[in-house]
C-alpha cells in the first residue's frame, strides 16, 4: 500500500503534481497525502476535515484535488401539509445551514400552514436552458439564421436528443443583438437538473446550425441561459421549474400563532417585499427566500451557486378581511433528484427523508416534488418573517435564540 507521507513529500519535491495523487494511489490515500501536504504547507490542523462518512472515491464526480469534506449542520422543519401537483401529504424539508433561528422561523410558518389545513403548490413551467452565441457578418446574415432555425427546429431537436435517453428538446427562442446571434435552447431533462444534459445537447445541435448556416459558434454558453447570475430573463422567463406556493390562513389563527394581524402582515410585505425591493431595483421581491432555497440545496445535493436563480421570487400577500392570502412565486428554481451531488450519501439520505431520492414515475415527477415542497418551505419562511417584523419581534426572537 502506499504511504501517504511519502505522497506527500512526492509533491513537495514537485515529482508529482496534487491533481496527478490519484494516478499513484486509491482516492483515500490520494486524499489523505493531498491532506497532509496542504496542512504541512499552511502550518494547519486538517483532522476534522479528513473525517468524512462516503469513500473518497464516490466523490470523484463531485470534487478535484479533494482534501476532505465540509460539514454543515442539517435540520429539518415539518411536517407542513402540501397538496401539490407531484407530492401530496405531510412531509419534513430537511435544511442545511450555519444560520442561527433559521430553521425555528421556518418551522414557525410550517407550523401555521399545516394548522390552516396544508398548502397548495404546482408547477407552473418547466424548462432547463442553455443558449450559445453565434457570430455573422451582419443583420441580413442573422434573420438568415433565425429563420432557418425556425424552419427546422425538428432537424436540432433530432441532433439534441441523440446525445441523451432523456432529456427532450423544447423549443428555440432567437435573439439578435447586431452581429450576434443568441438562440435560447430550452429542454425538458426529468429529474435531472441538467445543466450539463442542456450544455451536451446544444453543443450537437450547434454543429448543425454552424453546417447549414453562415453562423459561426463563439460561446456555449452566451449568458441568455442564464446561469448562476441575477437575470431578468430567468424572472419572466422561469428556468429550471418555476413553481408556485400558497396557504389561506384564518384571522384567527394569524392572531394567535404570530401574534400580529392580516393587515400588518399584508402593509409589511407591500412597503418591504414590493415597494422597497423595486426602489433597490432587486430582482428578487421577497424577504428571504434565498435562505430556503439555499438550505435545501445544500441538504439535497443540488447545485448551491443556482441560489441565485433560486432567489428570483416574488412573495404576496393579500388582506382578505376574515384571513390571509399569502404566496410565493419562485420563476427559475433548478433542481434534480438524480446527478451531481444527489448521489453523495448525506445527500441521498436527505432525499430519503422526502421519499425522492432516484427517478421519479413518470419521469421528472420526483424533481417537481422536490421544488414543490422547496417552494412551500420558502412559503413558511416569508410568513414567519414578515409576521416577526409586523409584529416588531425580529430581534428578540434572536435574542431569545442567542443567534
Not at 390562513?249 to 400580529?260: I, N, S
Not at 409576521?387 to 430581534?395: P, V
Amino acid at each position: 500500500m502506499t504511504d501517504p507521507e511519502d505522497l506527500a513529500e512526492r509533491v513537495r519535491e514537485g515529482e508529482v503534481r496534487l491533481h496527478e495523487l490519484e494516478d499513484h494511489a486509491d482516492h483515500e490515500t490520494a486524499a489523505e497525502a493531498r491532506r497532509r501536504y496542504v496542512a504541512a504547507e499552511t502550518g494547519t490542523d486538517l483532522e476534522t476535515i479528513g473525517e468524512y462518512a462516503f469513500d473518497a472515491e464516490d466523490a470523484e464526480p463531485n470534487v478535484e484535488n479533494m482534501i476532505g469534506a465540509a460539514q454543515i449542520p442539517m435540520g429539518v422543519v415539518g411536517p407542513v401539509s402540501i397538496a401539490g401537483g407531484a407530492i401530496e401529504g405531510e412531509h419534513f424539508l430537511p435544511l442545511a445551514t450555519t444560520e442561527g433561528a433559521l430553521l425555528a422561523s421556518v418551522n414557525r410558518g410550517c407550523s401555521a400552514i399545516r394548522s390552516a389545513g396544508g398548502a397548495d403548490a404546482r408547477i407552473t413551467d418547466s424548462g432547463m436552458t442553455r443558449a450559445p452565441v453565434f457570430r455573422v457578418d451582419g443583420v441580413v446574415e442573422a434573420k438568415q439564421v433565425v429563420d432557418w432555425v425556425a424552419d427546422n427546429e425538428e432537424s436540432l431537436r433530432e441532433a439534441a436528443e441523440s446525445t441523451t435517453s432523456h432529456g427532450e428538446l423544447l423549443g428555440v427562442e432567437p435573439y439578435v443583438v447586431g452581429d450576434s446571434v443568441y438562440l435560447r435552447f430550452a429542454y425538458d431533462t426529468k429529474d435531472a437538473m441538467g445543466m450539463n444534459m442542456a450544455t451536451i445537447a446544444t453543443g450537437e445541435a450547434c454543429d448543425v446550425i454552424e453546417a447549414e448556416t453562415p453562423a459561426e459558434l463563439v460561446a456555449l454558453s452566451g449568458n441568455l441561459c442564464s446561469d448562476k447570475k441575477p437575470a431578468a430573463i430567468n424572472a419572466v422567463e422561469g428556468r429550471g421549474r418555476t413553481v408556485t406556493a400558497d396557504v389561506e390562513l384564518d384571522r384567527e389563527l394569524v392572531e394567535e400563532r404570530f401574534g400580529t394581524t392580516p393587515e400588518a402582515i399584508a402593509e409589511a410585505n407591500t412597503r418591504k417585499n414590493l415597494v422597497g425591493s423595486a426602489k433597490a431595483g432587486s430582482l428578487g421581491f421577497n424577504a428571504h427566500a434565498a435562505n430556503v432555497v439555499a438550505a435545501a440545496f445544500l441538504a439535497t445535493g443540488q447545485d448551491e451557486a443556482q441560489v441565485v436563480e433560486g432567489a428570483n421570487a416574488i412573495t404576496t400577500i393579500d388582506d382578505r378581511g376574515d384571513s390571509l392570502y399569502a404566496s410565493v412565486s419562485i420563476a427559475s428554481l433548478e433542481v434534480g433528484t438524480v446527478g451531481g451531488g444527489t448521489k453523495l450519501p448525506t445527500q441521498a439520505e436527505a432525499l430519503d427523508v422526502l421519499d425522492l431520492r432516484g427517478g421519479g414515475d413518470p419521469p421528472g415527477s420526483n424533481a417537481d416534488a422536490l421544488a414543490e415542497i422547496i417552494a412551500v418551505g420558502a412559503l413558511a419562511g416569508e410568513l414567519s418573517l414578515l409576521a416577526a417584523l409586523a409584529s416588531r419581534h425580529l430581534s428578540s426572537a434572536h435574542e431569545d435564540l442567542g443567534r
